[in-house]
């Protein structure tokens, strides 16, 4: 949907209130974010990829935005976002840091947004999906990212951040927004491959397994910034 489809849905007063949320929003996260201590895990499944000329589906939960945004930054990620207020402004945020935007959720405008989604992915962009969102349940994955990845032949990328000292929004999601000079790390899982074309049963299966690798990261996200896990992280930590 353009820019001027999305101003007939919303009034002029929601639209400038979109935009100033996002200007003073960005800044605000990024002092905060530069101050963060990251531990990273798994970055080579992201490479890996990018080396082997496809691009990454990758998928995370929607109370984990906060450090997404911040982490994989500048890098043209396109990201599902939806077309009511929130997603407006969420949406203007994110391109802030560098990231496209596809506006659609589940419950309107979905299609149309894999569309885009899937054309931009031809073109040579990763994509996103905060999988339980726009509005949950929370840790409830839906199945848009595998079906773009059916779509494309790209795989679906799942990752996890956990911080050790936070705050939580009070919103379906529980947002997580790290405190200052916070621990965190940031966990991505092994690529998940769906075949093109997959049919609905298979679609389901690769769903059921993104579910299931996404709160495995999460354990072992956890685990690291509460010092529980001693392995060595696979990859440097690299200043963010």
Known sequence: MSRDARRRRLSARQIASAEAIATVGQPVIAALCRTIRWTAEGLRHYDAIQAAGRQPVMAFWHGRIVHATWFFRRRG???????????EWIGRLIEKFGYRTARGSTSRGG???LVRMRRLAADGAPTGFAVDGPRGPARSVQPGAVWLASLTGNPVLPFHSEAD????????????????????????GAPIEVP????ADL????RVELAGSLNALAERARAIVAG?????????????
């Open 77 to 87: 990620i396109v990201v599902m976002i939806s077309e009511n207020f929130d997603g």
């Open 165 to 188: 000292r936070f705050w939580t929004a009070r919103s379906w999601d529980g947002t997580q927004v790290p405190k200052p000079f916070a621990r965190a790390a940031m966990v991505v």
């Open 203 to 206: 679609v389901e299966r690769k």
């Open 111 to 113: 299609a149309r947004a």
């Open 228 to 240: 529980a896990d001693r392995r060595q992280p696979e990859d440097d930590n690299r200043k963010r």
């Open 196 to 199: 093109r074309g997959a049919d």
